[in-house]
């Protein structure tokens, strides 16, 4: 015997995949002509950025630039310079499934670097970065809500739940043409640049998303051979842009993530033919996930008075959004010189962080570490570098519930300051922008799939109305109802009764 099931639809996001890929760097080249020769390296940075992704069926398919950007000491000692090398790379990342419907959050993370000079005008580079890809896609997940049939008993949970309205992701880019203003020389080459971006507010307006944000960007650059000192500048560039997200509306709760994909910020000639223009272009990605709050009935057991059932049983888990936290926080650091005194500091920047998150005892507590990069002059006009991790620290109040959390920690650098506190050392401030998604979890046991065998019928005694059961304290009335064949209302109804179990040693009447 067949019963319907109704089934209720739960929109629901699934991660399909969660991983890295490893890609090697080998590099050997010669510096182009305008570079002076090398007599020292100070700093080998390597920039992995992706430029294009893409979900072709179960493979994640990934292009990007390696830029190879190193300062060193010319020949005299006295001048810092910079050559760069740019290299393409491809990956292409297996996944468990398909990937209909799903975004990718592709990152890219560098594992080491060796570099060193094998002739003043020759460099030899080995290393190796990870491509990290987060794969999540929008599913339809069915819950049976209820089973029709005379015969059968069920028992229901009712939970708190979110949907997944709506899931997106597109980029974009912000293209300035900045002046290098304040009295300051023009540029001959960019030694050394950085871009943070964040999204300052959003607006949601059918099914799109309208981003007003800010991209932040600094340069270090050299005005020439005969003018050895480096010049810094830092602009900030609003932008505004909208993006489509399909099924959003107002009443949803959305999470807009914003990275910097990579970016391009070259010296320009002004009309009268002197470089103190910066042509930049800045490649972001927005990802938008969007939820609605729910309830959601689930059958966690059910039985039939008539016959033996056959039941298909699975765990179910089930995610609330309970908030979007976003915080800021300013960690400070002392950094000593290694090479004693200093003069000045030529540039302060990070480069690396990483996060987690976990919810105990009403808090949110993130720890995650960073570095610090430094670029300064020696107390004799030496120029040297030199970089520290440090761990950092973070927690807010939580006013969640006892359920299980899970959360979806991010972090970036918003800016990295400084205040000399004597001769050999350096405060350091790090201004943290933390967010974090915030889900509660349960689960629960549910009914798939039910059906009777009606060449088995329970059997039942019909003889009397009523029969007597001497029950235990916390006996449930729901397996006693199993027992005889009844139902868990009838028992209460015909013993006054208003809980589900028990309370007592005592005799119960059991309608028959």
């Given at each position: 015997m067949e019963y319907k099931l109704?089934?209720?639809?739960?929109?629901?996001?699934?991660?399909?995949?969660?991983?890295?890929?490893?890609?090697?760097?080998?590099?050997?080249?010669?510096?182009?002509?305008?570079?002076?020769?090398?007599?020292?390296?100070?700093?080998?940075?390597?920039?992995?950025?992706?430029?294009?992704?893409?979900?072709?069926?179960?493979?994640?398919?990934?292009?990007?630039?390696?830029?190879?950007r190193v300062l060193y000491l010319d020949a005299s000692g006295e001048n810092i310079r910079c050559c760069e090398n740019n290299h393409p790379f491809t990956a292409s990342i297996a996944i468990r499934q398909p990937a209909d419907n799903a975004v990718a959050f592709t990152k890219t993370r560098v594992e080491y670097v060796n570099c060193r000079a094998t002739s003043p005008r020759r460099l030899d580079i080995h290393g190796a970065f990870s491509v990290c890809a987060r794969v999540i896609r929008q599913v339809q997940d069915e819950i049976v809500s209820r089973i029709e049939g005379d015969d059968i008993q069920q028992k229901t949970r009712t939970l708190d739940v979110s949907r997944s309205a709506g899931l997106a992701q597109q980029q974009f880019s912000v293209t300035e043409v900045l002046e290098i203003g304040g009295g300051k020389p023009p540029a001959e080459t960019i030694v050394?640049?950085?871009?943070t971006a964040s999204v300052q507010d959003f607006k949601v307006v059918s099914n799109k998303l309208i981003l007003r944000g800010e991209a932040v960007l600094r340069v270090l650059y050299s005005p020439g051979i005969d003018s050895p000192a480096l010049e810094a500048m830092e602009y900030e560039i609003p932008f505004s842009q909208m993006i489509d997200c399909a099924g959003v509306t107002e009443e949803c709760t959305c999470d807009v993530a914003l990275d910097v994909m990579n970016y391009r910020v070259e010296a320009k000639s002004d009309s009268s033919g002197e470089n103190t223009l910066l042509e930049t272009e800045i490649k972001l990605m927005a990802t938008a996930c969007a939820w609605q709050d729910a309830q959601i009935t689930a059958v966690t057991d059910a039985y039939s008075t008539r016959y033996e059932l056959s039941a298909d049983y699975r765990q179910r888990a089930f995610e609330r959004l309970s908030g979007i936290l976003s915080d800021t926080s300013a960690q400070k650091y002392t950094m000593e010189f290694d090479s004693g005194g200093v003069s000045r500091i030529i540039d302060l920047w990070n480069e690396v962080s990483t996060v987690a998150a976990e919810i105990q005892d009403k808090q949110i507590s993130y720890k995650g570490r960073?570095?610090?990069?430094?670029?300064?002059?020696?107390a004799e006009g030496k120029p040297f570098y030199q970089e520290r991790m440090f761990d950092y620290a973070f927690a807010r109040d939580y006013a969640g519930g006892s359920a299980a959390v899970r959360c979806d920690p991010r972090v970036s650098v918003q800016?990295?300051?400084?205040?000399?506190?004597?001769?050999?050392?350096?405060?350091?401030?790090?201004?943290?922008?933390?967010?974090?998604?915030?889900?509660?979890?349960?689960?629960?046991?549910?009914?798939?799939?039910?059906?009777?065998?009606?060449?088995?019928?329970?059997e039942k005694d019909t003889s009397a109305a009523l029969t007597i059961y001497y029950a235990d304290p916390s006996e449930s009335l729901w397996d006693i109802a199993r027992m005889y064949c009844t139902s868990a209302d009838a028992i209460r109804e015909e013993n006054g009764l208003a809980e589900d179990f028990i309370p007592e040693n005592g005799m119960l009447l059991i309608p028959m």
């Open positions: 109704n089934r209720e639809s739960l929109p629901a996001c699934e991660t399909v995949y969660d991983g890295c890929a490893e890609q090697p760097i080998d590099l050997d080249f010669s510096l182009p002509d305008y570079c002076p020769d090398i007599q020292k390296i100070l700093k080998c940075q390597v920039t992995p950025s992706v430029t294009a992704q893409n979900l072709m069926g179960d493979r994640l398919e990934v292009e990007g630039t390696v830029t190879i050394r640049s950085g871009v960073l570095n610090v990069c430094l670029l300064a002059l020696t800016d990295v300051s400084y205040r000399i506190t004597g001769a050999a050392s350096l405060e350091v401030k790090v201004e943290l922008r933390l967010a974090s998604s915030v889900f509660e979890q349960a689960s629960c046991r549910a009914v798939a799939d039910i059906s009777a065998d009606e060449e088995h019928p329970r």
